[in-house]
C-alpha cells in the first residue's frame, strides 16, 4: 500500500504560513516504511488521521491510496481498505465499553479469517492485562483501554498500521512491550506503520521522522 | 453485534407497536377476507342468470275462496312476452309425482323429505349444459338446490350438534329421489350443481320432469302459478313496475341479498380501512423505534464502519431483527385470524349464508403490500442512516 499527499492542507490552516513536513507539500509513504508524525496540539493530527481514513474531506490539495484519488474510492472499496488494509489506533480508542475485552476484539469484522482469539489473549499476556480479558472495558483504567486497543489493532490483516498517540497514558516499560509487540506484528504482515505522537522520539527501529 | 445494538431498548415502545401491527394486521385480513367472500357470494353458485326471476300471482283473499286463480293463462303468458322490456318468458313446470329426498351420505344423518321439484328452460340457467343434461340413460340427475332448502338442513345438523355443511360439502351429498307411488316407485341417484335462492323447490332438467310426469304422474293435474321471467339488459327496473302493475310478485331474497351484501360490504369495507390505518401508524412507530435505536447507536455504528465492517452488514443486522419481529407478529395475526374466520362462518352459515371456505386471494395481497412495504420502509431508514454514517 502506498500514500502520496499533493499540497494537501485543511480548510482552517489555508491561509496560514506553516512549518510542516506534510501541510502542503507533496509526500510519499509506502507499507515499507515507519514514519513518527510529530505534532504538537493544535497542529492537525486527528485531521489528518481521518483524512487518511476518508473520514473527513474538509481541507484542499489531494490524497492518493495506491494511486487513487481517494475521493473517487467508492464505499466497498473504503470498506475493503478499513478492514484489511489500514488498522487504526484511535486517540479516543473507540472502544465498547458496555462489551469485555475479549468481546472487543472478537467484534473486528476480519476476525474469523486466521485470527484466533488465543492469540489476543496471548498478547493480552505480554502487556501484564491477561486478567482483564473477561472484564468489561468500561471498567478498566485509560492506560489498560490503550493496551486493549492496540491489541484489537493488531488482531487483523494490515498494510499500514496508523496509531494516533497510542502511548499517551502509559509508562516507560508498558510503552516498550507495546513497541515490541507492534514490530512483531509489522513484521509479520510487512506492514508500514504511521505514528502520530507529540514527542519527537520513540522506539521504534529505523523510524522516519516528519513534522505535522 | 445484536446484543450491542439492540442494549437500550425501550420494551414498552416497542411492544405496543407490536401489538397495534398485531391488532390492525388482524382486523385487516379478517375484514378483507369477508369482503371478498361476501361481495362473491351467490356469484359462482347462484344458477339463474342475471336479470332472471321467478313470479308468481299474489295471494289475495279471493283466490282463498276459490274466487280467482293463481294459475297462469296462456294469454296472460302472452301478455308478459309481448312487453318490451322482456327478453323472454316462460312457465315453470311442476311435478305431478310424489317426490322424496333422502340424503344417503356418511356426512349427515339419514334425512327424508316430501318435496317439489320444477323445471325451467335452459336458456335461464347459468349452467353448463354438459352438466345440466339428462336422459332416460343417465345414471344421475343434476339438481339445483334451494338456498332455503339448505338453510333447513343446516338448522337441522346443527339442531343434532353436527357440524354445518358449506357449499362445498353440500356439492358432493349423495342424494335419491324416490319418484312415484308405492306401487310403481324409482330411485334416481341424484347430485347437486348449484344453488338459488329465487326458488324453493328443487330444480331439475326440463327432460326428466316431461319424463317422469309421463311415467309417474297424474294427468291433467299440473297447474302453471310460476313464471321465469328474463328482463332485457337494464331494463329490470321497468319489468318490477310491471309486476307492481299486474299484482304480481316475485321472490324478494335475491335483492335482500343484495341489500345484505352491499350493507356488509360497507361495513367490512370501513373495517379494512381503519385497519389499514391502524398498520400503517404502528409501521411508523415501528420505524421511529428503529431511528430511535439508529440514534443511540450513533458511536457503536460509526466505530464497527470505522473498524473496516461494511455498512451493507451492519443493515442487515437491522433488517434482520425488525423483519423478525414483523414476522413473528404477521404469523401471529394470521394464527388468530383462522379460529376467527371459522368461527364468523359458521355464524353467516347459520343465517344460511355459505361462504366459500378457502383463504381470500385479498388477504394474500395485503399481506405482500404490508409486508413489502414494511420492508421497504426499514430498508430505507436503515440504509439513510448508516450511509450517513460511513464517512464520519
Redesign the interface.
Known sequence: MHFKFEQLCPHVFQNLTLNSSIWNKNVEISNDEKILIHAISGTGKTSFIHYL?????DYSGAIYIDGKEISSID??A???I???GIS?V?QDL?L?D??TVKENIS????FAKGYELRHAYDMLGDLDIVEKWEQKVGKLSFGQKQRVAIIRSLM?PFQFLICDEPFSHLDKQNTMKCTALIEKRLKEEQAGLILLGLEKECSFNNIKTLQL | MKQLFFKYQNKKQLVLASLGTFLGLFFLFTSLHFLHKIYNYGENTEMLSKNTIVVQKKVRSGSLLGLSSSEFSNEEIEEVRSKPFVEKCDPIRSNTFKVVLQIDDPLIPAFNSDIYVQSVKKGYLDVKTDRWDWDEKSEILPIIMPRDFLMMMNNFLSASNIPQLSDNLVLDLKINLKIGTRLNRETIHARIVGFTNELSSILVPEEFLIWANDNYGEPDKEEISQLVVKSKDGQFGLLEKYLDEKELESKKSQLIIAKLKSALSVLLSIISIVSLLTVFLSILVLIQYLQLILTKNDYEIRTLLRLGHSPRMLIKVFMRYFVLLFSIVTISALLAFLPAKYYLQDVFISNGISLEDSISYYLYAALFFVSSLFVFSILMSTKRRIFKTVNT
Open positions: 481514513l476518508g473520514l473527513r474531506n464505499v466497498d473504503f470498506t475493503k478499513r478492514s484489511a487504526t484511535f473507540q465498547f458496555d462489551l467484534i473486528l469484522p476480519e487483523k
